[in-house]
């Protein structure tokens, strides 16, 4: 092991999924090195995901609309706030051409994560590795700097709210909800940022009616801005009352009426890992993406539902159409799979 750093800059400028992933490592980096300056660098947009965080000692909001001169100039902003100009330690998550501008002499020693980038290539084109177990992408992050001697502590995400950043115990840990729950509120989250992740309006608002008839659930739309339109499309398709929080404008307040549910139905996206970072039993479903990347619900309660096609995974991230023109991937996705899977892993019949 290297000899203990005084100061540490961990890199993960986006997207929101991928910074909530990064929150064990933060955790665990206090944990090894408490007397440590922990600073973490994200894009503007995403800063309250990581702004109430207390293993974290400083939170560097990247403007990401200024280019690349923009991104140098802050990186010798964050320098010369260090006593000795340079951090111990650098972890870079993202490893793109913003990270790698502004980590420019910014650190004494430099760790990269594995991105597993032949192993996407193979899952993607030759459909390698299907059925595998693949690390996550937290264990990922975690393993970034082996030198660095830290260990997993096998515990979950976290994403803090401002009046919990004082407490010794992070509260989601203490309400993990029982096996066989009936859910009194449901989540219902359809938006995703590309195409071939979504499943379709028509179904989202069909489980929904049928779960609420079943356990007189309330059923709570949940969505950014970016997701209006898709939860729209749900709210009009729907025959009973719906309370509609889409639109809010801060994750924050997102976070807050998330913490009401007692399920959230997602597709594979950002508010999936805010779920499992809140200890929300998630119905997680895949479409154009697999498991294998390491995108599943990280050490939640969840159901993953996905359907058998020979063409998935046909991207790593999403697409803006179905490449074969047939999106069987979520066409054979049916509201029977849904209900049967929630009422499997999440809701156990007998408990009924």
């Not at 407490?167 to 509120?185: A, F, W």
Request: charged fraction near 25%.
């Amino acid at each position: 092991m290297i000899q203990q750093p005084q100061s540490i800059c961990i890199i993960r400028i986006s997207s929101m999924g991928d910074i909530v992933l990064a929150s064990p490592l933060f955790r665990i980096l206090r944990t090894a090195f408490p007397k440590a300056r922990i600073d973490v660098v994200v894009a503007e947009r995403f800063v309250e995901l990581v702004e109430n965080n207390p293993h974290i000692s400083n939170v560097i909001a990247l403007r990401t609309d200024e280019g690349i001169t923009g991104i140098l100039q802050q990186s010798r902003e964050a320098r010369k706030s260090l006593t000795s100009h340079n951090y111990d330690i650098v972890l870079d998550l993202h490893v793109n051409i913003r990270s790698w501008f502004f980590r420019q002499l910014l650190g004494k020693k430099t760790y990269l994560v594995d991105k597993f980038r032949k192993q996407k290539k193979d899952l993607v084109e030759r459909k390698l590795g299907l059925g595998r177990h693949f690390s996550t992408i937290s264990e990922r992050y975690i393993h970034t700097a082996p030198s660095l001697g830290i260990e997993n502590d096998k515990k979950g995400l976290e994403l803090w709210l401002p009046e919990e950043k004082k407490l010794d115990y992070y509260p989601p840990e203490r309400r993990k909800s029982p096996k066989g729950i009936i859910p009194q509120r449901i989540a219902i989250a359809p938006g995703a940022r590309h195409f071939t992740k979504r499943w379709l309006p028509n179904r989202f608002a069909e489980v929904a009616m049928e779960l609420s008839k079943k356990y007189g659930a309330e059923i709570v739309l949940l969505g950014g801005i970016d997701d209006q339109f898709q939860c729209d499309e749900v709210k009009n398709l729907m025959t009973i009352p719906v309370i509609d929080a889409t639109g809010l404008g801060s994750i924050i307040d997102t976070v807050r009426i998330l913490d009401t549910c007692d399920l959230i139905i997602c597709n594979d996206s950002g508010i999936m890992h805010i779920a499992a970072a809140r200890q929300i039993p998630v119905c997680a479903i895949f479409g154009s993406t697999v498991r294998e990347f390491g995108f599943a619900p990280f050490r939640v309660r969840n159901t993953v539902v996905e359907a058998n096609v020979e063409c998935r995974p046909c991207t790593h991230i999403g697409l803006a159409k179905c490449p074969q023109g047939h999106f069987k991937c979520m066409n054979l996705v049916t509201v029977e799979n849904i209900l049967q899977s929630i009422e499997r892993d999440i809701i156990p019949v007998q408990s009924l």
